[in-house]
């Protein structure tokens, strides 16, 4: 552990103290949850059926959702239902969360890292420009903190040489792009239900697609290359085909996540509150960027509220002394000796490396928590 650690430890969640990140479970998901306990499915059953169902109701435009164990197995399957195979080249964010890029090197496929827009942290169309050749196999782009991706521009590259584009949305359920719903925009999206996005199933996720004839192999790939119809049939003389994993949702996750969905826009609009609470009050703080600002042509699902500011270590210090909690959240994904022990030239991401913060932004807290937070940053550090 490192001495800035020691300094800073994880922050007791009390009455005084703003806490970071704090779960959002519905008041109805106890009693959902005791209910199927009393059914004969808890596991993969009929919750899991309609929980995937009223998802792509509302955020896929009914194309064909799998729920699955976690937000890293939905981008598992998503690559291999985009059919990437070992060796591909894959452009992919240097920025975000390394479950984007590991379940790349399960497949044995090469991640090409490109650098940031530093105005939002997410992925510089300019550099995927720059990189895209006849090898790339698939364009994966990441909606950092919940603000969407420069999609028009990153179609377009894809269109042009013919290859999918797959969303990593773990930040963005309920944002859309030019009126259109993240989750009904590319080829492939992952949805992330961990437990603290904004709706979770304790930890889960689930993967669309728009070519409905990947649902069967998609369907088995979940669940061991079994397809479960037949097995529970008892027909026993189907084969095994494709190599598959165990990676189904739950009935008993899956009443959560409904839960989740009932109140779902209330969860939202308060969280988009806080965030442009957050913007304005930055507006008038001097050495303060607010990263993603409000852009029209899209929504922000306000999962995140990421600030640039100099000599961060410092203001994270202070807003320690003060009860609250802040931190990096996600860090740039070639210092990770997985991705092949190497650091690139990335001159944004350079640039931006030690200057971000994330700030407290969750269901638990008001406009008056957003105030203090920067208050006490106003006053400088």
Not at 67 to 96: C, K, M, N, Q
Not at 237 to 266: C, H, P, R, V
Not at 317 to 329: A, T
Request: one cysteine or more; glycine letters at 8%; a negative charge.
């Amino acid at each position: 552990m490192s001495n800035f650690e020691k300094e800073i430890p994880l922050m007791e969640v009390s009455d005084q103290n703003i806490v970071l990140f704090h779960q959002h479970v519905p008041e109805s998901a106890a009693s959902a949850v005791e209910e199927v306990l009393k059914t004969r499915w808890i596991g993969q059953g009929p919750k899991v059926e309609l929980f995937e169902k009223l998802f792509s109701d509302k955020f896929c435009d009914n194309n064909t959702a799998l729920a699955v164990g976690s937000g890293t197995d939905a981008l598992h399957l998503a690559y291999l239902l985009a059919g990437i195979e070992r060796g591909d080249e894959v452009i992919v964010p240097v920025f975000t969360c390394t479950a984007t890029n590991i379940p790349l090197l399960y497949i044995g496929a090469v991640p090409i890292f490109a650098d940031i827009d530093p105005n939002t942290m997410n992925i510089s169309v300019d550099h995927v420009r720059e990189l895209i050749n006849e090898k790339t196999k698939a364009i994966v782009c990441v909606h950092y903190a919940g603000l969407p991706c420069d999609m028009d521009e990153l179609k377009a590259l894809a269109h042009e040489y013919g290859i999918p584009i797959i969303e990593d949305a773990a930040h963005a359920v309920g944002a859309s792009y030019k009126g259109v719903p993240v989750g009904a925009i590319s080829e492939f999206t992952m949805f992330s239900f961990q437990a603290i996005k904004h709706i979770t199933t304790g930890d889960g996720g689930l993967v669309t697609f728009k070519n409905g004839n990947l649902e069967e192999i998609g369907k088995r790939l979940r669940w061991f290359g079994i397809d479960r119809n037949k097995k529970q049939l008892g027909i026993w003389e189907n084969d095994i085909k494709e190599i598959g994993y165990k990676y189904q949702m739950t009935d008993i996750s899956a009443a959560i996540g409904i839960a989740g969905l009932e109140e779902f826009n209330e969860t939202l609009d308060l969280r988009k509150k806080l965030l442009a609470r957050y913007e304005e009050n930055f507006k008038n703080i001097k050495n303060v960027k607010f990263l993603g600002e409000t852009k029209g042509d899209r929504v922000h699902a306000a999962w995140l509220c990421t600030i640039a500011i100099d000599d961060r270590k410092s203001l994270q210090k202070k807003l320690y002394s003060r009860g609250i909690e802040s931190n990096q959240v996600h860090y740039r994904n070639d210092r990770y000796s997985i991705f092949g022990e190497r650091r690139l030239n990335l001159p944004n991401m350079d640039k931006m490396e030690d200057r971000y913060l994330v700030l407290p932004l969750h269901t638990k807290m008001n406009t008056d928590d957003v105030d203090r937070v920067t208050s006490t940053i106003s006053s400088g550090w």
